[in-house]
């Protein structure tokens, strides 16, 4: 396999990352969907399906240390090397799509690269989505670092949601005992946003599955170009 930034290499190995990033964005919205229904009787479920921040608080006095702990680094990190790896190929590409997807990082990019190579640093440690992870990869952050600050700052931030935990335990508590009261209307609600959301994914071309599938395009064309060279 190629490992050189800017060249993406074959397109089996291309497609293979980017099906394990739709697979994690597909299981949040399966998530999302199901939270009032697992939330109290299938917590391990939930951050294995969805583990963002608020999942994570809501389950982790209901799970052991170390299920938790497990669990929901693995599941953090699942699809954060194959994104790093989309913007190490396709670099300029992936930066492009960014300022198209993202209203948070986009302008940070117009306004310059420079800026956020600044920023990129802080923002894996503490934030790292696909869109930061895929930047990562563009802009030139090795991928050395980017697996230190991906792995630190994960275990912290469950560490610190673990602590968090068990100082509102009580309050937690309130909320799942509530979602479970009110399990069918909040699934509704569920139904309704998660439906939004997958309307809005196929609905314009500027869409993340939209780029993902033209990612995949490009690295054909690219294996495409180099056999011909050959």
Do not use: H
């Not at 697992?38 to 391990?44: H, Y």
């Not at 989309?86 to 306004?111: C, H, N, V």
């Not at 275990?155 to 005992?177: F, H, K, M, N, Y």
């Amino acid at each position: 396999m190629r490992f050189q930034r800017g060249v993406p290499p074959a397109r089996p190995i291309v497609t293979l990352c980017i099906a394990i990033s739709i697979t994690s964005m597909l299981s949040g919205w399966v998530g999302d969907l199901l939270l009032s229904q697992i939330v109290d009787r299938n917590p391990l479920l939930l951050i294995a399906l969805n583990p963002r921040n608020r999942n994570l608080i809501l389950a982790t006095n209901e799970l052991d240390a170390l299920v938790y702990y497990l669990v929901g680094f693995f599941r953090l990190i699942a699809s954060d090397p194959v994104n790093y790896l989309l913007g190490f190929w396709f670099g300029d590409r992936a930066i492009a799509w960014t300022e198209k997807r993202s209203r948070t990082y986009g302008p940070l990019i117009r306004d310059g690269e420079q800026w956020f190579r600044r920023l990129s640093l802080p923002l894996i440690f503490a934030a790292p989505n696909n869109v930061i992870c895929a930047l990562a990869g563009a802009t030139g952050v090795s991928l050395r670092m980017f697996a230190v600050l991906n792995v630190t700052g994960t275990i912290a931030r469950l560490v610190v949601i673990r602590q968090l935990g068990s100082t509102l335990e009580s309050p937690i508590s309130s909320v799942v005992d509530f979602i479970g009261e009110y399990r069918t209307p909040i699934l509704i609600i569920s139904v309704i946003g998660v439906v939004w959301t997958v309307f809005g994914e196929f609905r314009g071309d500027n869409s993340e599955l939209t780029a993902l599938r033209k990612l995949e395009d490009q690295a054909e064309g690219a294996e495409a170009e180099g056999a011909e060279a050959d």
